[in-house]
């Protein structure tokens, strides 16, 4: 019913993960403990969050390891313990190497793993974690670098965008989650260090922390309980803290929604593109800009294209969206229409951008048919210089652009 009524879903780039994330089981340890160690589960090494690929062939595939060639850099389980025994034998003085669950593959079911919660649940264990060489684990992470590169595999470079859809959408999840948590080792709200729980998709402020104490630091590459104090004494207390109670947003990852737009003119024959000065000489794209608190996605849209353009829009309809870890959007992509008396390009609100025209959809669908690269990419073979220019197809500025320009999302006749 939905798809006869709107259309196709667009899945952008980044999207489409097929691992089910059952994220209702982050919190059980005894779960993880038996993901980690499964004969079916994965692990996708990321330095300086960059995944490690195999390139070998036609496209780019995540390089993925076992239990066994990571064993050396995360201990032998670091999931052993519930949370709140972490809590209570917290030792900041410990490196812990980052951890992320990714999800399980439902698609393997004969050899992956069973596990038998409120409901069974069947399927091929996945986890990212950060081998980046430092604390601890650096000469172990160096080892091991050594090794994956050995065998021919090698961690990516730059902006990771050649990756087959599937691959990356899981990467676009190991990547955000594994930002967040070497960006966020302090709580914001009383500024002592946190405790990365949840598989990776919480940081707790716990209320004690041996390393209060005047006892030897802990060594190893995990939490190591079994070599801290029984119990921990007074002294390890910390000073209270706001985020201990209740849900709070510290704790959790940041996702930062931003629009992303395409404007058709009030005739419904031209778009809207402009440039900034990086761009690459005769290449433009939609608008964007983040969303503000307490705005609507359509009150960001017509907000960002006033401020950017000087165009005043009208209806905003929703397109469709793409999650961008870079490091953590969510691009809400939406089209606009601009009313008849406020079509005129005015940059002197905002110095954002360098440039904006209104393009005909004829020149729009020349340049998508020759004309479309990445910002550090050569331009196609076909492109003739001094022609417009504009984003790959895994951006989801090109989906947007030509569901306007060819696929008839404004007009509802398709123009290919």
Known sequence: MLSRKFGKETANYFSGSPLNRVGFLRGDHQFLTQALKHPSTSFLLCNELQPLVNSSQASDRLAWLKFADIKRVVGENPYKSS???????????????????????????????????????????HFAVDVTPKASVKEECEKLIKDVQGRGLDFAKGRVMGLIASDAAIYAEARQLLDWNARNPFCAQCGQPTLSVNGGFK???????????????????????????????????????????????????????????AVVNHAGDKILLGRSKRFPPYWYSTLAGFAEPA?????????????????????????????????????????????????????????ELEDAKWYSFEEVREALRVGTSGIGEEAGKDWKEGGLRLPPHTAIANQIITSVVCNGFVSGVPKM
Not at 232 to 244: K, M
Not at 328 to 347: K, T
């Open 83 to 125: 949370e709140e025994e972490m809590l209570n034998m917290y030792d900041s003085r410990s490196y812990v190497p980052q951890l992320i669950f990714l999800g399980i593959d439902e698609k393997r079911k004969e050899d992956g793993l069973r596990y038998q919660g409120k409901n069974v649940y069947t399927g091929a264990p």
């Open 203 to 261: 940081r707790t402020c716990p209320p004690k922390d041996l390393a209060r104490t005047n006892s030897k630091s802990s060594s190893g590459v995990t939490n190591a309980l079994s070599n801290v104090p029984e119990g921990p004494t007074d002294e390890t207390a910390r000073p209270p803290c706001a985020t201990r109670k209740g849900v709070s947003n510290l704790s959790f990852p940041r996702t930062d929604p931003t629009v992303i737009m």
């Open 295 to 351: 705005e609507s996605i359509e009150e960001a849209v017509r907000r960002e294209v006033y401020e950017e353009s000087g165009i005043l829009v009208g209806r905003v309809v929703i397109h469709s969206t793409q999650p961008w870890p870079y490091p953590a959007n969510l691009m809400i992509g939406a089209v606009g229409q601009s009313i008849p008396e406020g079509e005129v390009i005015d940059l002197g609100n905002d110095p």
